[in-house]
């Protein structure tokens, strides 16, 4: 069963506006949360993580809100640009686990 | 300089065949991963390798069989092909296997079973 379940599949924005993509997980083990971003033809990247002791984490545009009581963290794309149109996935994991537990992906279309 | 790379970048083979994908990172990272893409983009880990050990299987088909003959290197060779194998294939790296912030994904390698 999918442990990362990931929120809208798709979106379209205009330029200029916020992009939020929500997060929602089950297991309380979990103790990184990354975010990665997915052009066409190439791999995921490292887009911003977090981890459950912070509330927030900003990176240039790009901010995660993490909210540990409803396991729920979201992705938050400030003044999007064309630029980042691609598909951001959530994922998680426990360190001693050595893998990433991915959501299905959002594909995000900013529009001029 | 490419940090994870993957050869072929795509890949388009009869169903019955064998084929095999290969990868490499730079990074000097210890631990290499298996990922696979399917066609509605999920992303699910295939295998891991902590040092040449392997230390995730999950739950793979036996016609998937990875072989790392260094911490460099992490090739997956697939036998018989079906077509539900079509999908991309994420290979990527970490520092430590208890350090997933350095994980970096290679470009991807798309096999096509026809």
């Known amino acids: 069963q999918q442990q990362v379940k990931q929120s809208p599949q798709s979106l379209i924005v205009q330029k200029g506006g916020i992009s939020i993509i929500n997060c929602a997980y089950e297991n309380t083990a979990f103790d990184y949360f990354p975010w990665y971003q997915q052009f066409p033809g190439k791999g995921p990247a490292l887009l911003i993580a977090?981890?459950?002791?912070?509330s927030e984490k900003k990176e240039g545009r790009f901010t995660i809100s993490f909210n540990k009581s409803a396991k729920q963290f979201s992705l938050h794309i400030m003044d999007s640009q064309p630029g980042d149109s691609a598909t951001y996935f959530c994922?998680?994991?426990?360190?001693?686990?050595?893998?990433?537990?991915f959501g299905a992906g959002t594909q995000v279309v900013v529009t001029p | 300089d490419t940090a994870v790379s993957q050869t072929p970048k795509y890949l388009v083979t009869q169903m019955g065949n064998d084929k095999s994908i290969k990868c490499e990172q730079n990074l000097g990272h210890d631990t290499m991963y298996w990922y696979k893409q399917d066609s509605k983009k999920f992303l699910k880990i295939m295998f891991s390798?902590?040092?040449?050990?392997?230390?995730i299987n999950e739950t793979v088909p036996n016609r998937f069989s990875p072989k790392s003959p260094d911490k460099a290197h992490l090739n997956l060779h697939i036998n018989s092909l079906e077509l539900g194998d079509s999908a991309v294939y994420f290979c990527?790296?970490?520092?430590?296997?208890?350090?997933?912030?350095?994980?970096?994904f290679g470009s991807g390698t798309r096999l096509t079973v026809v």
């Open positions: 977090i981890r459950p002791d912070v």
């Open positions: 994922a998680a994991s426990r360190a001693s686990w050595g893998k990433l537990q």
């Open positions: 390798y902590n040092n040449k050990e392997l230390i």
């Open positions: 990527a790296s970490s520092p430590l296997l208890t350090d997933n912030y350095g994980y970096t």
